[in-house]
């Protein structure tokens, strides 16, 4: 049996521990709050934006609007991009993500080839470990992540899709649900797959089917509007996916807590069984030797 | 009279949302002026200056490039980037333009990062020019 001496260290310790993680899970449920702030405050331009190609291409009717990000290819070559955190101890938050791309390795084998890139420090440690060759880590994101640093990373992947290096580009990333939870999402970036459905058109748009202006052109406009869209969609990925990575950290650290919570309960248990058992132990020494003496 | 509703709003946040008499925007070919009534269009913004004039008084944003749509007296203004002219810091600017034309030096015109920073060099220029504009 242990000793008192070693459940009282061993005490102390699981407190410290718990200490920590509730810091940990406050901290959390702070830069979560930042984070949701961030996704609502994107909402009105992706809305608008949406909205604006909605009615383009309603607009248009018949005639086909084209662009390259658009038209889908044969595909042969994949781009993966995986969406982690910098950071561990936030539960399945990340081996989530890899796990999905490590299944969209094996379901795609068909392929000529398929291409990793990371966001994130975990994702890409955790395919080095394996040799994985990894294309691109665009380390650093999560230090200044503005609509700016996610624009230069969708424009290194639209222009290798442009080139022909690869067919088609997905990312794996955590969506956003509640605070709680998280679902792992694989989504086609590229090409970009809706233009917005005709019924999304705004009254405002319809209204004015016959005679809308275009400036410069419609084909000038199309061609600005195709790439915002695809950095908006990484961005709002990138988004949600560090609301994700704060909501899991936080309800791991709040489960880490209630079991270290629990862990400190049984122990002072413990404790206070062999507390009492030493005594008794020490009273019947005490009570035989008064008898032998007699 | 009619007034225009202008919503200015950027992949980062809403910048503003306001009544205004009369807006002047830098499109794609120029500055455009928008007064109610105006007929829809959508348009291409260069970065510049955007300008809202409300009951003669006058109030200017930077805008760096987007979209404009106009229609039933509404102003969309999607932009890259917005801040109010009052706001910017000159001298950043001045740093960021010096800094990509540093980095354009060795680099030729079919480099893959040189529109990048050409875009850069034009962005800031545009909007020390807009800073001025505040002071004149």
């Known amino acids: 049996m242990a000793s008192l001496r070693d459940i009282r260290k061993r005490i102390r310790s699981v ?21 949701q702030d961030g996704i609502l405050a994107a909402r009105p331009y992706a809305t608008m934006l949406d909205q604006i190609i909605a009615d383009l291409s309603a607009r248009a009717g018949d005639e086909s609007l084209s662009h390259p990000l658009l038209t889908a290819r044969p595909v042969k070559r994949v781009e993966l991009v995986l969406l982690t955190s910098d950071r561990g101890l936030a539960g399945g938050f990340n081996s989530n993500v890899i796990r999905r791309a490590n299944r969209f390795l094996y379901e795609n084998t068909n392929l000529e080839s398929i291409r990793l890139s990371t966001v994130g420090r975990k994702g890409n440690d955790f395919f080095r470990n394996r040799g994985q060759n990894i ?26 899709y442009l080139n022909g290096e690869v067919d088609a580009v997905h990312i794996v990333y955590n969506e956003f649900v509640t605070a709680i939870s998280q679902t792992v999402k694989v989504a086609q970036l590229l090409p970009l797959q809706t233009l917005g459905t005709p019924d999304q058109a705004s009254t405002a748009g319809s209204t004015s089917l016959v005679d809308f202006k275009y400036e410069p052109d419609r084909q000038s406009v199309l061609d600005r509007l195709v790439p915002q869209a695809v950095n908006i969609k990484l961005y709002r990925a990138l988004l949600e996916s560090v609301a994700s990575e704060h909501g899991a950290r936080m309800s791991a650290m709040e489960n880490a807590t209630s079991n270290a919570t629990d862990m400190i309960g049984n122990l002072t248990l413990t404790y206070n069984r062999t507390r009492q058992a030493v005594i008794t132990k020490e009273l019947m020494e005490i009570v035989s030797g008064a008898e032998a003496l007699k | ?64 490039g987007g979209f404009v749509e106009v229609g039933n007296d509404k102003v969309l203004v999607l932009a890259d980037a917005a801040e109010p002219v009052t706001g910017i810091d000159v001298e950043g600017a001045r740093r960021r ?13 079919e480099d893959a990062r040189f529109e990048l920073e050409q875009a850069t060099v034009r962005r800031e220029a545009a909007r020390i020019g807009a800073a001025n504009t505040a002071r004149a």
């Open chain 1, 15 to 35: 407190k410290n521990t718990r200490q920590i993680t509730k810091a940990m899970k406050m901290v959390s449920a702070a830069k979560l709050r930042k984070a």
């Open chain 1, 135 to 160: 294309r691109k880590d665009f380390g650093g994101l999560y230090q200044r992540l503005n609509y700016r640093a996610a624009a230069d990373v969708a424009e290194e992947l639209v222009a290798s």
């Open chain 2, 1 to 64: 009279m009619a007034k225009l509703t202008v919503e200015i709003v950027t992949p980062e946040k809403r910048i503003l949302s306001v009544q205004a008499d009369e807006a002047i925007v830098p499109g794609g070919r120029g500055l455009f002026g928008v007064r109610p009534g105006h007929t829809p269009f959508l348009s291409l913004m260069e970065p510049g200056a955007l300008t809202l004039i409300e009951s003669g008084r006058r109030e200017s944003y930077f805008v760096a």
């Open chain 2, 97 to 109: 333009m010096a800094e990509a034309q540093e980095r354009m030096k060795g680099m030729s015109s």
